[in-house]
């Protein structure tokens, strides 16, 4: 029994594992990641087998495909009718450097020779090469940024789960006394307040005023702090508000008086019946979660001079490098649809009575 509780949690101990070494510094290679993504998606088979989830699992599957290949195409047919190109400068290329650029990324070839030829490429993981990085392939500049966009990422949602689940819990357990009204003025100011706004006066008062932490760059665990606090803190204030309006709707249902009547203690009705019954509003707040860190991570890595994902992406498009910005818009988009079907899968879990079809 303990061997099958240990495989069973086996991808949460990998993943905290990963998690822990990365943020203290240690250099977790590809092998443990791969083992860590081969290990959720083993579990994520058993779940939607135990679940019949089998066919919901392919219909989302399938439904992912379509979305991927309809952002792909619109982005392609997007970036050639837009007017300028990815040569045209304030100083006209001679005609004949030109054409001869232009021969060697095939943009003289028949617009949908170009489609197609991209399609084949996306199907072997060929994005092709960027035109501004010359000689780089955007496969190789997307795995050399990523992984500190993850990073950074995933330190922010487990950061905005970890205090806006808690705070949110609090408040509704003091509902209508002084802490609650507090932690409630502190959720709408962490929403309301912008990143980028945030930023630098955390930058001003703990690197230059308190000098404890770096203010840029990402060498190391002093160097993740602001950043990751920057970026979780408005997921957190969500995630507060909604936990606290969730519990307060599922503390007044006729079960929960059953369980306080049958002389339970309140921290056990709170947190084993009400927390779990009220976990499925904030889950689906996981992928728009994702997303707004994601688009919110352009501005957080510029500031503090991180070496992610999100540069690059701002680049081509201030570049019109066609294949870096079609690469990096399949990756947000892969992330998104990715993030929609785990949380999905985890409200099912949470809550058996939730049938998907």
Not at 22 to 41: D, H, K, P, Q, Y
Not at 130 to 159: C, F, H, W
Request: charged share 15%.
């Amino acid at each position: 029994m303990i061997a099958l509780a240990l495989l069973r949690f086996l991808p949460l101990y990998l993943f905290a594992f990963c998690v822990v070494g990365s943020f203290a510094g240690f250099e977790i290679n590809r092998w443990m990641i791969v083992a860590t993504l081969a290990s959720f998606a083993i579990e994520i088979a058993i779940l939607a087998v135990r679940k019949s989830l089998v066919r919901y699992v392919f219909r989302r599957i399938g439904e992912a495909v379509v979305t991927l290949w309809l952002i792909a195409t619109l982005t392609f047919v997007l970036l050639r009718i837009l007017p300028g190109g990815p040569f045209d400068a304030e100083k006209a290329l001679p005609p004949d450097i030109k054409a001869a650029i232009e021969e060697k990324y095939k943009m003289n070839d028949p617009l949908l020779k170009q489609y197609t030829d991209y399609l084949k490429g996306i199907m072997v993981g060929d994005l092709g090469e960027s035109y501004k990085n010359t000689g780089r392939n955007v496969a190789d500049i997307i795995s050399e940024a990523l992984p500190a966009s993850v990073q950074l990422g995933v330190y922010a949602i487990m950061l905005a789960y970890l205090i806006g689940i808690p705070l949110g819990v609090w408040a509704a357990a003091n509902h209508g006394t002084w802490m609650d009204s507090a932690l409630m003025t502190l959720a709408i100011s962490g929403v309301a307040m912008p990143s980028f706004l945030i930023a630098p006066i955390f930058i001003l008062a703990f690197c230059f005023w308190l000098n404890i932490f770096e203010p840029a760059l990402w060498l190391g665990p002093s160097y993740y702090i602001l950043p990751t606090v920057v970026i979780g803190i408005r997921p957190a204030a969500s995630i507060a508000r909604l936990t606290r309006a969730s519990v307060l709707e599922v503390i007044r249902s006729d079960f929960i008086r059953t369980a306080k009547a049958k002389g339970l203690a309140q921290t056990k009705v709170l947190f084993k019946h009400v927390l779990r019954n009220s976990l499925i509003p904030v889950l689906s707040l996981t992928g728009p979660m994702v997303a707004s860190i994601l688009t919110g991570s352009f501005v957080i890595e510029k500031i503090f001079a991180i070496p992610g994902a999100s540069k690059h992406l701002v680049d081509g498009v201030t570049n019109r490098d066609y294949p870096l910005i079609l690469g990096m818009t399949l990756l947000f988009s892969v992330l998104l649809v990715v993030a929609n079907l785990i949380t999905d899968l985890l409200i099912a879990v949470v809550d058996p009575r939730v049938k998907m079809s």
